[in-house]
């Protein structure tokens, strides 16, 4: 009997550990080996902004340990990917073939080209390490500047004022959290950060930080615009992400703001898959998006697994995401940057039912974000979830009246 094909995954976040979960469970009998340089087996990424801040967490829960053992996962840094002799090649020279590459090489954050915010007194937070230097640094009185009120941003802010810190908020845009949530869904959520104490100044971005060394009040200053300085005993910077595509790139791979892959998760080499925030999925209609989420990374790994085991299923996949800030919860499914307008249910005053908001493009659901107390949220954000992946036409008086139920009419159209 001839073994399965040599399986090597280089990178170690949710959408590798969710690939070699995938194998194991369909029983592929290859060699499996995961190339994690972050020095540790993969772990549950949302925890970073979340639990080990607010310290409801010690560590970070290790995702399919008992698949993800030492044998599987090494601590190595991928420093080149030879295509014509199918290896890569570790930082400390050692080279590694492979019947199949798996690139799970995730993203970067991206931090502004502003002096001092790549000073001593600034952090992103991106892995667990990151994220227990700043949990320590979020203590009663402390001054911490967030430099981004997206996503991250305010789950940020948000952990560190329920640790006693105060905060200030800056963000560019005029907006907040404008990749995934309309402008009522937003305000809903900046209303309740105000209401602790947290101030989020829009339009506001800073023109530098001046470190705690260089500064004769001895704590850092974060410089605006108008004149105002800020004082902080910490920056968090948290404008985004960047795609790890340098490998991809070195190796001749097609990129375009991630590694380009077909709704198979193939790249241009049939031979190399890409999973994962580095990910961009072209759809059959020449559509492309890539994900930075925990839930369609996990997916991706998934639908790698059953490509490899010779049972293929197409990335078509909607994708989902939540926020917890508070005592809020947040959810987004599908691609709200796609809508050309937007329906509303319930009301801003009414939390514990929830309100939502459909986006709509022409005559179809292509978003639904939502926000509540508790997980009221989730059941009909998960409903839109199902209503766009069927792709039917919609009617908006049916998506803004509360007795609609989604998930039924995305079964009987």
Request: net charge negative; proline share 6%.
């Amino acid at each position: 009997m001839t073994a399965g094909p040599r399986v090597v995954v280089v990178g170690g976040g949710p959408a590798a550990a969710a690939l070699v979960h995938g194998l194991h469970r369909g029983g592929h009998d290859g060699s499996v080996v995961v190339l994690a340089g972050e020095g540790c087996t993969p772990y549950d990424r949302t925890a970073v902004s979340k639990g080990l801040l607010t310290g409801e967490m010690a560590a970070a829960p290790e995702l399919f340990p008992e698949v993800l053992t030492d044998d599987v996962v090494r601590r190595a840094d991928v420093v080149e990917i030879d295509r014509t002799a199918h290896e890569v090649v570790t930082a400390d020279g050692k080279r590694i073939g492979w019947d199949r590459l798996v690139l799970a090489t995730g993203a970067a954050p991206r931090v502004p080209p502003v002096p001092g915010l790549d000073g001593p007194d600034a952090s992103t937070l991106r892995d667990a390490a990151e994220a227990e230097v700043l949990a320590d640094r979020l203590r009663p009185g402390a001054r911490l500047v967030v430099v981004g009120a997206g996503l991250i941003g305010l789950e940020v802010a948000a952990a560190a004022r329920t640790r006693g810190a105060s905060v200030v908020v800056l963000e560019a845009a005029p907006t907040a959290l404008g990749r995934v949530l309309p402008p009522e869904v937003s305000a809903v959520v900046l209303d309740r950060h105000a209401a602790e104490g947290i101030e989020v100044r829009l339009a506001t971005p800073p023109t530098s930080v001046v470190s705690s060394a260089a500064s004769s009040a001895g704590h850092a200053v974060v410089c605006l615009a108008d004149g105002t300085e800020l004082p902080a005993d910490h920056v968090l910077v948290a404008t985004g992400v960047s795609p790890r595509t340098d490998l991809a790139a070195a190796a001749g791979l097609a990129i375009d703001d991630g590694v380009l892959v077909d709704e198979l998760l193939v790249t241009s080499d049939p031979t190399i898959m890409a999973i994962g925030d580095v990910a961009r999925v072209r759809a059959a209609d020449g559509t492309t998006t890539r994900h930075e989420a925990y839930t369609p990374a996990m997916a991706m790994g998934q639908h790698a697994a059953r490509t490899i085991l010779g049972e293929p299923t197409r990335y078509v996949d909607v994708p989902w995401s939540w926020s917890d800030q508070l005592d809020l919860s947040v959810q987004v499914a599908g691609w709200p940057d796609r809508a050309d307008r937007w329906v509303l249910r319930g009301s801003a005053d009414d939390l514990e039912t929830g309100l939502f908001a459909f986006g709509v493009r022409g005559d179809q659901l292509v978003a639904a974000t939502g926000v509540s107390r508790g997980r009221q949220v989730g059941r009909v954000v998960r409903g839109a979830q199902a209503l766009v992946a069927a792709d039917l036409a919609v009617d908006d008086a049916a998506l803004a009246d509360p007795s609609t139920d989604l998930r039924r009419l995305a079964r009987t159209g």
